[in-house]
């Protein structure tokens, strides 16, 4: 059983930064991948950025050059640096964890982005 709890969420304005984490608990598989996925009222849920326990990584083109995605394989732990925020960024985001035939949701944390 596997449990993904997000933290670092909030509030905050347009060009500023925000660093999300997802810490990630159970049974965890060497080779895996984790990333953020985002969904703004209204809108499909969509990925932001993925990253590979050998630290590969894929962005949307709408994040690349503002967002990281880093991970700490001790700690089974991916980030979400975000810097240069839009209001196009405001979501809930969630943490995705995926390995062999599963993959786990976290709950979700609120990213709002005021003009």
């Known amino acids: 059983q596997v449990q993904l709890v997000e933290s670092g969420g909030g509030l905050v304005q347009a060009g500023g930064s925000l660093r999300l984490s997802c810490a990630a608990s159970g049974s965890i598989?060497?080779?895996?991948?984790?990333?953020?996925?985002?969904?703004?009222?209204?809108?499909?849920?969509?990925?932001?950025?993925?990253?590979?326990?050998?630290?590969?990584?894929?962005?949307?083109?709408?994040?690349?050059?503002?967002?990281?995605?880093?991970?700490?394989?001790?700690?089974?732990?991916?980030?979400?640096?975000?810097?240069?925020?839009?209001?196009?960024?405001?979501?809930?985001?969630?943490?995705r964890l995926e390995q062999a035939v599963f993959r786990s949701w976290g709950q979700g944390t609120q990213v709002t982005v005021s003009a």
């Open 29 to 95: 598989f060497r080779i895996n991948t984790m990333g953020w996925y985002r969904q703004a009222p209204g809108k499909q849920r969509e990925l932001v950025a993925t990253i590979t326990s050998g630290g590969s990584t894929n962005y949307a083109d709408s994040v690349k050059g503002r967002f990281t995605i880093s991970r700490d394989n001790a700690k089974n732990t991916v980030y979400l640096q975000m810097n240069s925020l839009k209001p196009e960024d405001t979501a809930v985001y969630q943490c």
